[in-house]
């Protein structure tokens, strides 16, 4: 199996449907994660086509914490595959260069994992950033991540999917990271304030077509 981690794209999120028609409850039953009522009332977007991005430095802290949340209009196991495949990262993925899969197996416990490297280039005068993490595999409603190697000091977080109906996947990303030490934290906020939006929108486009085809 293949993961994106999505360097510049590490995202805290708050659970939300993109549409106030969706019933609570139903999310509950379709998900063991549980959602606060909280959270849900994010679904009362004013545009449910656009991504829900924000992104939130922690005091006395290098630790950023950035989260996103998209409706997709296609099923959750069709968003699963695409956000598994290194080939698939590399088409909407702003800045990335390659996504090797190092390694992938089944621990103690039955869990599917992969180890992971990417690297990423977001600006042609400075050397390209790499990043070595694991994802564990909780078919089919999360997918956790953790740092193993690379140029990042931390970053640890989770993709949940939860299903709105049977073609419709409400997407939903959190972690926590550490500044990368080559930039200056202006232009780190500014890179990632550009391409979340931009690379959800990726996301989502290429699930929807998937979906047509």
């Not at 290194?86 to 390694?103: S, T």
């Not at 400075?126 to 694991?134: A, H, K, T, Y």
Request: charged share 25%; glycine share 4%; aromatic share 10%.
């Amino acid at each position: 199996m293949r993961i994106i981690f999505l360097y510049w794209l590490l995202i805290l999120a708050d659970a939300v449907s993109a549409q106030s028609s969706v019933d609570q409850n139903r999310i509950h039953q379709l998900s063991p994660i549980s959602i606060t009522s909280e959270e849900f009332k994010l679904a009362d977007l004013p545009d449910g086509r656009q991504p829900l991005v924000t992104i939130d430095s922690l005091p006395d802290s290098p630790h950023l914490e950035l989260s996103a949340v998209i409706r997709v209009a296609a099923p959750p196991a069709l968003v699963w595959d695409i956000l598994v495949d290194c080939r698939e990262a590399l088409k909407y993925v702003p800045d990335i260069r390659e996504c090797e899969v190092l390694q992938s197996g089944v621990d103690l416990q039955g869990n599917v994992f992969d180890i992971t490297r990417h690297r990423i280039k977001p600006y042609f005068f400075l050397p390209g950033v790499n990043s070595i993490f694991r994802a564990n595999y909780y078919r089919p409603h999360q997918i956790e991540f953790y740092r193993q190697g690379g140029d990042l000091e931390f970053f640890r977080g989770n993709w949940r999917f939860f299903e709105i109906d049977a073609n419709e996947t409400l997407l939903h990303y959190q972690a926590t990271v550490d500044l990368h030490k080559r930039l200056s934290p202006q232009s780190e906020l500014r890179t990632l304030r550009r391409n979340l939006p931009k690379m959800l929108k990726r996301l989502r486009r290429q699930a929807e077509t998937a979906d047509q085809e």
